[in-house]
């Protein structure tokens, strides 16, 4: 008799093991070896669709923009992202986004000089378009890869009637994170769009640590050195939706405009928020 019970066992127990070593392959996580990502995460859906491991709760939405410069991250279809910035004189900056389909973006943005203080005129300035396609997400060895449209342009010449800053106007951008884990360079070529015959770069870079507050710094405008700017900042990731920026544009430069404000150091204040509609 318990001869009998122990052969039966003996033939049950490999029988057990081949049935969970089954039940465990069939698991998508476990058949996909873990992938760096070389921008932020998009929604579950995307990943799955990439063969991706389904992405966990309580990700921040992608940095689509550090301060000046853009990157190759996009909103999710369905998303919209509003980018709000206080700047020199009273000024405010108002950007809205939209995520269109996967991987394009389509927004506008619109400045008012002077609009917050005493000032006893106001600027309201033509709004300008934004366009951004991200036609490769990237692997471990190539970053992706982004062509856009940016019209903004900051700091408006009362004198010139154009932007002293001007627009970015055509790009191409790449980001890819490298070395250690939250480091992400997002260097860009750009045809402004004042001057479509001159090339002009960006060299940006960001460190994000735990997803709680990321360090901002570009060298941007890069054509010849004593007109391109340097911006440095922090970035406070208040909620998982509500980013809070602050920065200094153009801390390497000095002088005045030819309509007499500063060309030195501008500190800002930029808030953003990403929805769904």
Not at 81 to 104: D, E, K, M, W
Not at 153 to 166: L, S, V
Not at 169 to 196: D, H, K, M
Request: aromatic fraction near 10%; charged fraction near 15%; glycine fraction near 10%.
């Amino acid at each position: 008799m318990n001869a009998a019970i122990l052969s039966a066992v003996a033939l049950i127990l490999p029988l057990t093991r081949a049935q969970a070593s089954s039940n465990t392959s069939s698991d998508p996580a476990a058949q996909v070896s873990p992938q760096m990502i070389p921008i932020k995460p998009k929604s579950q859906a995307q990943q799955d669709a990439l063969g991706l491991i389904p992405t966990p709760t309580g990700l921040i939405e992608p940095d689509t923009m550090i301060i000046d410069a853009n990157t190759a991250a996009t909103l999710d279809p369905g998303t919209f992202a509003t980018q709000t910035r206080f700047y020199s004189g009273g000024g405010v900056l108002q950007y809205i986004s939209l995520g269109v389909f996967n991987g394009l973006n389509v927004g506008a943005s619109m400045t008012a000089d002077g609009l917050i203080g005493n000032s006893s005129s106001v600027g309201v300035r033509t709004p300008q378009a934004q366009v951004k396609y991200r036609f490769f997400d990237g692997n471990h060895y190539v970053p992706a890869l982004a062509v856009g449209y940016d019209g903004q342009g900051y700091d408006y010449n009362r004198i010139t009637h154009k932007y002293n800053d001007p627009g970015r106007g055509f790009y191409l951008v790449g980001t890819q994170e490298l070395f250690i884990p939250g480091l992400v360079f997002s260097p860009s070529v750009n045809a402004s769009g004042t001057n479509s015959s001159s090339i002009y770069g960006a060299l940006p870079v960001t460190y994000t640590i735990e997803n709680k507050v990321s360090i901002l710094a570009e060298w941007d405008n890069i054509h010849n050195f004593s007109d391109s700017r340097v911006n440095v900042g922090l970035r406070f990731y208040i909620t998982n939706h509500f980013d809070l920026d602050v920065a200094v544009r153009r801390a390497n430069q000095s002088g005045y405009y030819s309509d007499g404000t500063s060309r030195g150091p501008e500190r800002i204040i930029q808030l953003r928020y990403v929805g769904n509609f």
